[in-house]
């Protein structure tokens, strides 16, 4: 009975050789990751404790037991935590494969790093398999998510402190300590987020700085109409998303936001889908971006609805220098004369990108276009 008991889940607690120490080191991590991330729940661990398993290597030999379909990414954090977070890719039997290419049992991984810390697309959660990595990947788009919510939560209060006549620095106020431990926090940057978040009304907050902070009354009156303004300087999905029923162009001057846990959930004006919402005006912003301190890290694509050669050449020959075009590809045709094409090119920042749609705009070519962020 005792030998049966042995081969359950924690067998290897009984062990004498280094796998106790292994596995108990896996536990460890696993539970730590539970305790500081929202993302990795309990059933991870009952999952992930049951999965089979894979056998990799490291270059010395060195073994590492990680679930099956299991990818490079997962391998990197087990290595350790700065190893994942600066994983570009591996090697693996001469080739150079993707962070988030599968593993195979028996590969021998040489993890690829970069100099600095990579900022990893969101769809790559959903590929890794092991708490760690994934707890490690939930962690760093909180921390991006919330630089950007801070910012909007400090703005949209300064705004709308100045609306109804109080000070900014009314927030300097001897009592402030009292207004941010009756909403359970310990730092003003924390009220910022919770705004920016949408987790707290701004008309509460206000409410509550006006008789904590501010003798109970204010100079002006509840404001209405207009939302508050915002200028951001990334598109990072994690923090900012496009909606996919009106798809805002973030170079327009007649976008919106709602502020979500998620981000913010950006929207054209006049959107009809928006328009139906509700929601109170501090619940929204107006949005715009600095455009030319607004970096573009993927490649674009622009579909050209129908075009002879001799019009798409020209089109592309007249474009503005900056754009570094990728790739043109005849995609079907309406004609033998007039095919649609398939146009791939960079842009750095939106400013430039803002040139090259208008660019097309002028050349009255039809096109489609929708900002891949």
């Given at each position: 009975?005792?030998?049966?008991?042995?081969?359950?889940?924690?067998?290897?607690?009984?062990?004498?050789?280094?796998?106790?120490?292994?596995?108990?080191?896996?536990?460890?991590?696993?539970?730590?990751?539970?305790?500081?991330?929202?993302?990795?729940s309990y059933r991870d661990v009952i999952a992930a404790s049951g999965k089979k398993?894979?056998?990799?290597?490291?270059?010395?030999?060195?073994?590492?037991?990680?679930?099956?379909?299991?990818?490079?990414?997962?391998?990197?954090?087990?290595?350790?935590?700065?190893?994942?977070?600066?994983?570009?890719?591996?090697?693996?039997?001469?080739?150079?494969?993707?962070?988030?290419?599968?593993?195979?049992?028996?590969?021998?991984?040489?993890?690829?790093?970069?100099?600095?810390?990579?900022?990893?697309?969101?769809?790559?959660?959903?590929?890794?398999?092991?708490?760690?990595?994934?707890?490690?990947?939930?962690?760093?788009?909180?921390?991006?998510?919330?630089?950007?919510?801070?910012?909007?939560?400090?703005?949209?209060?300064?705004?709308?402190?100045?609306?109804?006549?109080?000070?900014?620095?009314?927030?300097?106020?001897?009592?402030?300590?009292?207004?941010?431990?009756?909403?359970?926090?310990?730092?003003?940057?924390?009220?910022?987020?919770?705004?920016?978040?949408?987790?707290?009304?701004?008309?509460?907050?206000?409410?509550?700085?006006?008789?904590?902070?501010?003798?109970?009354?204010?100079?002006?009156?509840?404001?209405t109409g207009a939302f508050n303004k915002i200028e951001l300087t990334t598109l990072?999905?994690?923090?900012?998303?496009?909606?996919?029923?009106?798809?805002?162009?973030?170079?327009?001057?007649?976008?919106?936001?709602?502020?979500?846990?998620?981000?913010?959930?950006?929207?054209?004006?006049?959107?009809?889908?928006?328009?139906?919402?509700?929601?109170?005006?501090?619940?929204?912003?107006?949005?715009?971006?600095?455009?030319?301190?607004?970096?573009?890290?993927?490649?674009?694509?622009?579909?050209?609805?129908?075009?002879?050669?001799?019009?798409?050449?020209?089109?592309?020959?007249?474009?503005?220098?900056?754009?570094?075009?990728?790739?043109?590809?005849?995609?079907?045709?309406?004609?033998?004369?007039?095919?649609?094409?398939?146009?791939?090119?960079?842009?750095?920042?939106?400013?430039?990108?803002?040139?090259?749609?208008?660019?097309?705009?002028?050349?009255?070519?039809?096109?489609?276009?929708?900002?891949?962020?």
């Amino acid at each position: 009975m005792e030998r049966r008991a042995q081969r359950g889940l924690f067998r290897n607690w009984s062990s004498q050789t280094k796998k106790q120490g292994r596995f108990i080191q896996e536990i460890q991590e696993m539970f730590d990751v539970i305790g500081s991330e929202d993302s990795v729940s309990y059933r991870d661990v009952i999952a992930a404790s049951g999965k089979k398993e894979i056998y990799t290597y490291t270059p010395r030999g060195d073994l590492l037991c990680l679930p099956v379909r299991s990818t490079v990414l997962d391998f990197a954090f087990r290595v350790h935590t700065e190893v994942g977070h600066t994983c570009l890719g591996a090697m693996i039997q001469n080739k150079r494969l993707p962070a988030e290419h599968l593993l195979k049992d028996g590969d021998m991984v040489r993890i690829i790093r970069a100099d600095k810390l990579i900022r990893f697309d969101q769809e790559i959660l959903g590929l890794c398999k092991t708490p760690r990595s994934r707890g490690e990947l939930a962690k760093g788009f909180r921390i991006r998510r919330r630089k950007v919510t801070k910012e909007v939560g400090y703005s949209m209060l300064k705004q709308e402190l100045l609306r109804y006549g109080i000070p900014f620095d009314v927030l300097e106020n001897e009592d402030l300590p009292a207004l941010l431990d009756h909403y359970s926090i310990e730092f003003l940057d924390e009220l910022y987020v919770k705004i920016g978040e949408g987790r707290l009304r701004l008309r509460d907050v206000i409410e509550n700085i006006k008789i904590r902070l501010f003798g109970g009354e204010s100079p002006l009156v509840m404001p209405t109409g207009a939302f508050n303004k915002i200028e951001l300087t990334t598109l990072d999905p994690v923090s900012v998303k496009l909606s996919s029923c009106c798809r805002p162009n973030p170079s327009a001057k007649d976008n919106c936001a709602l502020l979500t846990e998620k981000g913010l959930s950006v929207h054209y004006k006049k959107c009809e889908r928006f328009l139906k919402l509700n929601f109170q005006r501090e619940d929204a912003v107006d949005i715009s971006w600095r455009t030319r301190e607004t970096n573009i890290r993927k490649k674009q694509v622009l579909y050209v609805l129908r075009a002879t050669r001799k019009e798409i050449m020209d089109v592309i020959a007249g474009a503005p220098e900056e754009m570094e075009m990728e790739g043109l590809q005849i995609l079907s045709s309406y004609s033998q004369s007039q095919p649609a094409w398939e146009l791939t090119f960079k842009a750095s920042n939106l400013y430039i990108l803002q040139k090259i749609i208008r660019h097309f705009d002028k050349s009255n070519i039809p096109f489609e276009f929708y900002l891949d962020c």
